[in-house]
């Protein structure tokens, strides 16, 4: 059943609670907006929590890896888990060190994984991985074969108890006595880019760089042009 508020005890948000979000809308704009997470789990009695690239896929978050993973077998026998996501968007500079801040949104989500078994659905998981990290990918490279199915364990939770919290804006201390300051306050953005291309060494010739990556490249590429004048690093598109 579609639940309005993915809030529960365990996923309200404590400090700062305006800050905090239940509804699908924020936590999925989280999930979706970053390509990996961290997978925390306990095995033997000793919490870890690793790093995997996560795909959402309507209201399940999906991760996958080897058959053989110890991550992957701990998380398929149903261990309590809980996946974060984080997207760091600036740096947040204020007059004084303690107000100094970050503007991120990140979510949590808490439940138990399970192993897909459909085939349908691990292939749909697949191409979902795919076209998340290159939009289009996937229709233009050879599908996963049968063995390459059967040794890839494919987990899906449900998003049904989660979390979603963000800050954004400039340093809180505009309107306190350290605006008379003459520190520089304010933000600096952070901004993710692609550098060039870089040809495996086994590239045959002639053959040229895909559409899809042609695509992000092209519209994500980020070139640091030195101003030599204020000696500030500004970003233009190629
Ligand atoms: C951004 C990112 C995305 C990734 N995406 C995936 C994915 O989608 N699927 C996948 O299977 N793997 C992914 N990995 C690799 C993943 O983090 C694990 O290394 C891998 O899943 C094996 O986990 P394991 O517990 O089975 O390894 P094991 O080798 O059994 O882990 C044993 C120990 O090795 C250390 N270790 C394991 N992984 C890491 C790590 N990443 N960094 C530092 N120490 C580590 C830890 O101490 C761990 O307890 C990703 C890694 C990164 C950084």
Partial sequence: MFKFSLRTERTRVRRQPSRGAYDHKSVYGVLDSALFGHVAFVDGGQ??????????????????????????RALASGVPACLTVTALDGLVLARSAFEHSANYRSAVVLGQFAPVEDEAEQLATFASFTNKLIPGRWE?????????????????????????????????????????????AGVLPIVNSFGSPEPSPGLRDGIALSSSAHRLYAENAVRAVLDRDGGVARSTSP
């Fill in 47 to 72: 919490p870890f929590c690793i790093p995997m690239l996560q795909a959402r896929v309507a209201d399940y978050v999906y991760i996958h890896g080897s058959s053989a993973s110890r991550t992957l």
């Fill in 140 to 184: 233009e490279v050879r599908q996963p074969n049968r063995k390459e199915l059967k040794a890839t364990a494919i987990l899906r939770m449900p998003i049904a108890e989660a979390s979603a919290k963000a800050r954004s804006g400039p340093p809180s201390d505009d309107d306190s006595d350290d605006a008379a300051l003459d520190v520089w």
